[in-house]
């Protein structure tokens, strides 16, 4: 090999290093991003399972108290009463700035169930049009009764 030879084929490689480490930075930085908006979403559906579950026991607690004081049969499952109420006075008191939406609703006469979504604007795709994702969750409670000694 010439010295002429070696010359051009060290023209040739000069800068490969640096584009490869280039490419390698785009995309550690394009996961970076990607990681981040998941994350965002996970903790967000999180939150809104976590008031949802909530928000249920707060409503299953909330028994008809004149149903049962003034009930003649034996109870299998509490009357509830109130239970929309009982949501909303959850959510004012776990999420003051009122992001998550709950509402409530009567499975049957003991059990209530909660449905909770929330609007997570993606923190570093958003500005690429990536519009707002929303995230749901649900929980379920029941008020039972313990069957009497004997």
């Known amino acids: 090999m010439t010295a002429r030879a070696g010359a051009r084929r060290e023209d040739r490689e000069r800068g490969s290093i640096t ?3 280039l490419g390698y930075l ?3 930085a394009m996961l970076a991003i990607v990681v981040t908006d998941v994350s965002a979403v996970y903790l967000a559906r999180r939150s809104v399972a976590s008031a949802a579950d909530g928000a ?3 409503a299953a607690q909330r028994i008809d108290e004149f149903a049962v004081y003034t009930a003649t049969d034996r109870f299998e499952r ?5 239970v929309q109420a009982a949501v909303d006075e959850y959510q ?3 999420d003051p700035s009122g992001s998550t939406a709950l509402t409530a609703a009567l499975v049957d006469e003991g059990t209530v ?3 909770g979504s929330r609007v997570v604007n993606l923190p570093l795709v958003g500005f690429l ?3 707002p994702v929303t995230v749901e969750a649900a929980a379920q409670a029941q008020s039972l009764v313990r069957p009497a000694a004997p």
Do not use: N, S
Request: hydrophobic share 60%; charged share 15%; proline share 4%.
């Open 26 to 28: 785009v995309i550690a």
């Open 113 to 115: 169930e909660v449905r």
């Open 19 to 21: 584009l490869l480490t």
């Open 78 to 82: 509490l009357p509830l009463a109130d």
């Open 92 to 94: 004012r008191q776990a």
């Open 56 to 58: 249920a026991l707060a």
């Open 129 to 131: 049009g990536i519009g």
